[in-house]
C-alpha cells in the first residue's frame, strides 16, 4: 500500500471552500489516474494523465481541476463542491495507460456539508 | 458505458468454502483483471487474465475467462473471514488505447 500515498485521508469541506487532494507514487509509472466512488455506483474515472499530460477528462465538473507537475505527484483541486460530491476519491497508478494493472492509494473521504 | 458487470451482488459463506464470483462484459477486450476492496480503502489487484488465456492461477484464486460468452469467474477456495471485502471486474477494451472499466463489484462475507 506504500506504493502510492494520498492525503489528506479525510477531508471535511464547506461549499465555499478551496482545497486540495494530493497523491504521490513511487513506482516509477509513467500514468495517473484520479477515480470517484459514490456509494451503490461502480468506480467512476475522472481524469487519466500519461507522461504528465491529461488524455482522458471524463465529463467531469469544472468545480475540479487536476494538476499533474511531474510523473510522480498528481493533485485534484476542488472549489464550491455540492453535497453529492462526497465521496471516496481515488488516486491510481499504472506503469502504462490501460495495459497494465492499476495501484491505488487508499483513498481521501471527502465530505462537502 | 459500464463495461464489466458482477454476479453475485453480494454473497454469505462460511469460513473453509469456496466462493465464486462471475463478470459479464459486452465488447471485446485485451485484458480482464480482478481487484480487491476492504472497505473504505483502495482497491489491491489480485489476478491479470489476457484475451488469449483461458484460465490463470495465484494461490487460493483461480481466474477463468471464456471470450465467447463474454465472462469470467473468480474462484476464492478454503475462504478465509480475511477474504471479506468488495471484489470488482475491470475490463481493457481491445480497440483504441483505452482504460480500465470498473463493474458495481461483488460483496464478500466470510463469516467465522
Known amino acids: 500500500e506504500t506504493g502510492v500515498t494520498q492525503t489528506p485521508r479525510h477531508l471535511v469541506m464547506g461549499m465555499t471552500n478551496k482545497k486540495s487532494l494530493k497523491c504521490e507514487q513511487h513506482?516509477?509509472?509513467?500514468?495517473m489516474y484520479w477515480y470517484k466512488q459514490s456509494a451503490k455506483k461502480p468506480l467512476e474515472l475522472m481524469f487519466v494523465?500519461?507522461?504528465?499530460?491529461?488524455?482522458e477528462n471524463n465529463s467531469v465538473p469544472s468545480r475540479f481541476s487536476p494538476e499533474c507537475p511531474n510523473s510522480s505527484h498528481l493533485f485534484l483541486h476542488l472549489h464550491t463542491l455540492q453535497p453529492e460530491d462526497s465521496a471516496l476519491y481515488l488516486c491510481?497508478?499504472?506503469?502504462?495507460?490501460?495495459?497494465?494493472?492499476?495501484?491505488f492509494g487508499p483513498g481521501t473521504r471527502l465530505t462537502v456539508t | 458505458s459500464q463495461q464489466g458487470e458482477e454476479d453475485p451482488q453480494a454473497l454469505s459463506i462460511q469460513e473453509g468454502e469456496n466462493a465464486t464470483m462471475n463478470c459479464s462484459y459486452k465488447?471485446?477486450?485485451?485484458?480482464l483483471q480482478w481487484y480487491r476492496q476492504n472497505s473504505g480503502r483502495g482497491l489491491v489487484h489480485l489476478i491479470l487474465?489476457?484475451?488469449?488465456?483461458r484460465e490463470k492461477h495465484s494461490g487460493r484464486l483461480r481466474v477463468t475467462l471464456d471470450t465467447s460468452k463474454k465472462s469470467s469467474s473468480l474462484l476464492i477456495t478454503a475462504s478465509r473471514a480475511a477474504d471479506t471485502a468488495s471484489y470488482f471486474c475491470?475490463?481493457?477494451?481491445?480497440?483504441?488505447?483505452?482504460?480500465?472499466?470498473f463493474g458495481k463489484g461483488t460483496m464478500l462475507l466470510v463469516s467465522p
Open positions: 491510481a497508478s499504472s506503469q502504462d495507460r490501460g495495459r497494465y494493472e492499476q495501484y
Open positions: 513506482l516509477g509509472h509513467n500514468a
Open positions: 494523465y500519461s507522461l504528465e499530460e491529461r488524455v
Open positions: 465488447t471485446s477486450i485485451n485484458n
Open positions: 487474465i489476457r484475451s488469449n488465456e
Open positions: 475491470a475490463t481493457r477494451s481491445s480497440s483504441g488505447y483505452s482504460t480500465l472499466t
